[in-house]
């Protein structure tokens, strides 16, 4: 099985006047390639075409497609950006052309690796605080579980929120799921190293949460306020 090969036949037979498309991902890699590696395939389709994503099994493989306009790419990518989650940005800064005339993908991409390499910037105050209030609170919770049910669910919470917390802290991109864990050994392996452990042990969790909450300014409970929407 040749993803390239594959996924440039996938293009050409679903998107024929696709502008250009990237395959990216691990299944590229064929170090990294696994038995669950699939085809992440970001296509750019004509201006005024309709964005979708599409799910489905092409020669063997499960394909994801990511199809927008540049406009409609570029939308998603300011909304990640803002959330300190660029998937698309790396999708497409680090993804291989299977598609389209020689070059066009070129500025796209280099708008992608220049994002990347910028970084989120400063988390905002009011986006330290939730995440300082939240784990606080989490803590509290779990000093005052009532019974192993409880505690056993709020350490898994915690545990995310904690990882959330320290990447936040640093100015550092998140990510979800595999990708927290990604970004984290990115920035600090060590502490990385860590945090896995602390999915299964307590003390390690807790020291974790003071370390991340000391850089990102301490506990908050007290004094912690968020206004309502006005409505009606």
């Given amino acids: 099985m040749d993803p390239l090969a594959d996924a440039a036949a996938l293009v050409a037979d679903r998107y024929p006047h696709a502008r250009w498309a990237v395959l990216t991902g691990s299944v590229v890699d064929p170090l990294l390639r696994t038995a669950g590696s699939d085809l992440d395939i970001v296509v750019v389709l004509p201006d005024g075409a309709v964005g979708h994503r599409d799910s489905l099994r092409?020669?063997?493989?499960?394909?994801?497609?990511?199809?927008?306009?540049?406009?409609?790419?570029?939308?998603?990518?300011?909304?990640?950006?803002?959330?300190?989650?660029?998937?698309?940005?790396?999708?497409v800064a680090t993804g291989t052309v299977v598609a389209g005339v020689p070059g066009a993908a070129d500025g796209f991409q280099a708008e992608c690796r220049r994002v990347l390499e910028a970084g989120p910037g400063p988390a905002s105050t009011r986006e330290l605080e939730d995440a300082r209030y939240a784990v606080t609170d989490l803590l509290d919770d779990l000093a005052h579980a009532r019974d192993d049910g409880e505690a056993t669910v709020v350490r898994s919470v915690l545990w995310e929120r904690v990882g959330h917390l320290a990447l936040l802290a640093a100015g550092r991109w998140d990510g979800g799921g595999k990708w927290l864990l990604r970004e984290l050994r990115t920035w600090d392996p060590s502490w990385a190293a860590r945090w896995v452990v602390a999915a299964h042990e307590e003390a390690v969790l807790v020291a974790l949460a003071g370390a991340a909450l000391e850089a990102g300014g301490g506990l908050l409970f007290e004094g912690y306020r968020r206004e309502a929407p006005a409505v009606g």
């Fill in 58 to 91: 092409w020669r063997g493989w499960p394909a994801e497609l990511f199809v927008n306009t540049v406009a409609g790419h570029r939308w998603f990518l300011d909304r990640e950006v803002g959330r300190r989650k660029p998937t698309l940005a790396r999708m």
